[in-house]
């Protein structure tokens, strides 16, 4: 409904503003997960990672083994894994190469990137508030996509790693600014559906990596098979930087009159740790705290799927085909639905009954999508990539929600500063925790589980398992915040629905949606 809204009421020169910040986000994700569908064959031209037993011609599948007895990936040694032959032709049909996981590729994913993507994005978040924020924009999209690009030329894992670091501080100034820029071309009213168009990106770009990463690997442009899908990753963002440059208008910031930060003026430093103390002084509440480990939690099991979803698929056999079919629209269809449906359930179902409400809709998600999220592991193709459907529609309810809650926990003055704090705070937990799929995994092939079974017993933990995690860390949440609540609004650090918002706030965040107290956090103050 806000999405028709934005098209009839809003001109056509701010719709395509809204398209060129979407096309930004799209291809943030898209180089972003990237290196999670093309880490096998990568990691075997790099050489980084584990080794295991797979097939030795990729056009011969282990069904096709089976009726000589033998199972590529359930071999669990070298010896074993080379020694075993086709009777009568006495062919080599397995070999012993690096399968694209282990601590390095986690530390690819995790901290590599994620660490200095969430300190630089603290700092560019400020700069937002102070220097042209369409310009830089368009030098960070330009940055990242020439790292992507960069990328498909490595020879060693040290330079990947290089090259995904520098990848983390680009990708680092697309929401900041993207959503300072929505703020002030959108009025009130429609910040919240700006903001829900604009994090389709995150489903749409996410998708994408899985039909460039298959695909165009098995095309193998060149004889350079996974390479090109970096070329071509990189290649469109440097156009749309050029492009967001010389045809995206700087606006004019919009401010409330009560804004203390009205006038771009650089304060004391003493002003500026007053404000941080005043930032970080409602996260010493109980609630905050169980908040935001809930949320890191569930986060944690969102960044274990998507870093090794890929990895999991190949690991039962099945093809890049096969994956790039399912997972090219599954996440952008499912996610999609899922943040919609959690926008809507906020705002029309619980609205009037303040946090409370919201928190339940929070448990109720998480418990719900568990089972799903579990079938994808448990259920043989196509039945575990269907599951995967439910899984993402229940359970990225949890995005805009959870956000809509920190928002009515802290004072109106600070919303924009505790949405950072509290997006800091979950992607540095969150984004670091698929470090723990290589030891889980060893844990259980130290067991005698193959490698198939010993990943998919890790993600069991991981996936699935931090959804219920979550879930009922929010329940506890749910049962101190009544009295956090209450001592709240006595010392003013807390406005609920039935006290309106002031006007003003900062963008919502990753996943954010059409909540009405989301809205009013998209401002230009982040």
């Known amino acids: ?101 282990g601590i390095e590729y986690q530390i690819l994913a995790g901290p590599v990137f994620i660490v200095i993507y969430t300190f630089v994005g603290i700092f560019l978040g400020f700069a937002a508030d102070v220097y042209n924020r369409k310009n830089l924009l368009a030098i960070c999209v330009i940055f990242w996509s020439v790292m992507t690009l960069l990328t498909g030329f490595v020879k060693e894992y040290w330079q990947l790693a290089l090259l995904r670091f520098a990848l983390g501080i680009g990708e680092a100034g697309c929401t900041p600014f993207a959503a300072s820029l929505i703020a002030d071309y959108f009025p009130e009213e429609l910040r919240g559906s700006a903001m829900g168009v604009y994090n389709w990106g995150i489903y749409t770009g996410y998708s994408m990596s899985y039909a460039l990463g298959n695909f165009i690997t098995e095309a193998n442009i060149n004889g350079q098979g996974w390479r090109w899908v970096f070329f071509i990753s990189g290649m469109p963002g440097i156009l749309a930087g050029i492009v967001i440059f010389f045809t995206v208008k700087e606006p004019e910031r919009l401010r409330s009159p009560s804004d203390p930060q009205a006038v771009n003026t650089i304060t004391p ?87 409370y409400a919201r928190v339940f809709v929070l448990i109720a998600s998480q418990l719900l999508a568990a089972p799903f999220a579990a079938g994808a592991l ?87 398992g931090l959804y219920v995690m979550g879930s009922v860390l929010f329940l506890v949440t749910l049962v101190v915040l009544r009295r956090d609540i209450k001592k709240a609004k006595e010392s003013d650090y807390v406005q609920l629905l039935s006290d309106p918002p002031a006007d003003e706030g900062g963008h919502a965040g990753y996943g954010s949606n059409h909540s009405s107290d989301l809205e009013d956090s998209t401002t230009s103050k982040i």
């Open 269 to 355: 430093c003493e002003s500026q740790l007053g404000k941080v103390a005043r930032v970080l002084k409602p996260f010493l509440s109980p609630s905050l705290v169980l908040l935001c480990l809930a949320g890191s939690i569930r986060n944690a099991g969102g960044y274990v799927w998507a870093y090794n979803t890929q990895l999991y698929f190949e690991a039962i056999g099945q093809q890049k085909d096969e994956i790039g079919k399912y997972m090219s629209w599954i996440p952008l269809v499912g996610g999609s639905a899922g943040v919609l449906l959690g926008g809507f359930i906020s705002d029309r179902l619980v609205k009037g009954r303040g946090p």
């Open 1 to 101: 409904m806000g999405i028709i809204l934005i098209i009839k009421t809003v001109s056509f020169y701010k719709l395509y503003v809204l398209l060129a910040l979407l096309l930004a986000y799209l291809l943030n994700q898209l180089d972003r997960y990237t290196l999670a569908i093309v880490t096998v064959p990568m990691s075997q031209e790099l050489h980084y990672g584990e080794k295991a037993c797979m097939v030795y011609n990729k056009t011969v599948t282990d069904a096709e083994l089976k009726p000589f007895n033998i199972t590529c990936k359930d071999f669990k040694n070298i010896t074993s894994c080379v020694d075993a032959t086709i009777p009568g032709n006495d062919s080599q049909p397995c070999k012993w190469d690096y399968d694209g996981g």
């Open 378 to 464: 448990f259920l043989d193709p196509p039945w575990a990539y269907i599951s995967l459907i439910p899984a993402n529609i229940i359970g990225e309810m949890w995005v805009g929600v959870t956000l809509t809650v920190v928002i009515e926990l802290v004072p109106s003055s600070i919303r924009t500063a505790a949405v950072a704090v509290y997006l800091f705070i979950i992607t540095n937990i969150g984004g670091n925790v698929p470090l723990l799929v290589p030891p889980i995994q060893h844990a259980f092939q130290n067991g005698g589980a193959t490698l198939a079974d010993a990943l998919r017993g890790a993600l069991y933990f991981l996936y699935p």
